[in-house]
Nanobody, 124 residues
């Protein structure tokens, strides 16, 4: 089992920044791609970013490219999502997730473990 705990969410003005953290415990994150998803009120959960085990491959949804950066430290079993130039459309609950596979994937069905989520609210 892998337990994931997100932190770092909060209220920020448009144009501001937040850094989300995801701390994993239980089994190591060996060979697992890690991802961030988000869900806004009344909307489906959507992919935000993912990073492979080595950190060599990262993928982002188009709307966050150039603004968000995903990174990881396998020794610390931690994944981060640096979010800059935030806007109101980024308001959502952000979830950290760990896959069952080593390849990059945007499909939530490939993610086996999920955190409880952290709220990000961007005021305009």
């Amino acid at each position: 089992q892998v337990q994931l705990v997100e932190s770092g969410g909060g209220l920020v003005q448009a144009g501001g920044s937040l850094r989300l953290s995801c701390a994993a415990s239980g089994r190591p994150l060996s060979m697992r791609t890690m991802g961030w998803f988000r869900q806004a009120p009344g909307k489906e959960r959507e992919f935000v970013a993912c990073i492979t085990w080595s950190g060599g491959d990262t993928y982002y949804r188009d709307s966050v490219k150039g603004r968000f950066t995903i990174s990881r430290d396998n020794a610390k079993n931690t994944v981060w999502l640096q979010m800059d130039s935030l806007n109101a459309e980024d308001t959502a609950i952000y979830y950290c997730a760990a896959t069952r596979v080593a390849v990059a994937t945007t499909d939530p069905l490939d993610y086996r473990y999920w955190g409880q989520g952290t709220q990000v609210t961007v005021s305009s």
